[in-house]
């Protein structure tokens, strides 16, 4: 036990010298540093909700990064909002003689009818989302009981005998192999 109490900084880094890097532009991971990581969802006391990272909190005076009037969609921007300022993996390349090819990536995965943005947006973050347990969590927990009751029956329905994990396969299961796909 030390022999004198010392007050918590609020921050490892003396203030001068992260004003000093403010100076300077921040690299492209910067976003990703700012909303990525894990988010939690807080009762406030006045019936909203504030979104916080996983080590903030209002008891320690900490800013939410958001206040919201509900949960679900408290729930829904700490599934979201890691996502947003990833890297993109898919994207399209519209002037393909054959229509345009979907790229994952970097490789191609399939072709498109049309080159449009906002499913490019919609699948970036939907590979997002399948690369995050915490976010994966937080979306099911916003989508409440009835949604997962049906969620449940409809993939009972598509894999009705699932065969039974084996003592080795009860952890982190490795990724399934991809097979090629000629387009």
Known sequence: MPDHE???PANAFDPAYLDQLAQHDD???AGEAVTGGFWRVV???DERYGLYRLWESPEDGDEPFGVLTDRDTALLAAAFLPLVDRAR??????EDAGGPVLYRDGR???RIR???PELMEALNLADGLARSPASIASFLEAAGAA???LAGKILVRRNPHPRPLSQGER???GRRGEGELAI
């Open 6 to 8: 010392y007050p918590t």
């Open 27 to 29: 690299p492209v991971t």
């Open 43 to 45: 009762p406030l006391d």
């Open 89 to 94: 993996n898919f994207s399209v390349d519209p």
């Open 108 to 110: 191609a995965v399939g």
């Open 114 to 116: 049309h080159g449009n």
């Open 147 to 149: 949604a997962l009751e």
């Open 171 to 173: 952890g982190v299961r």
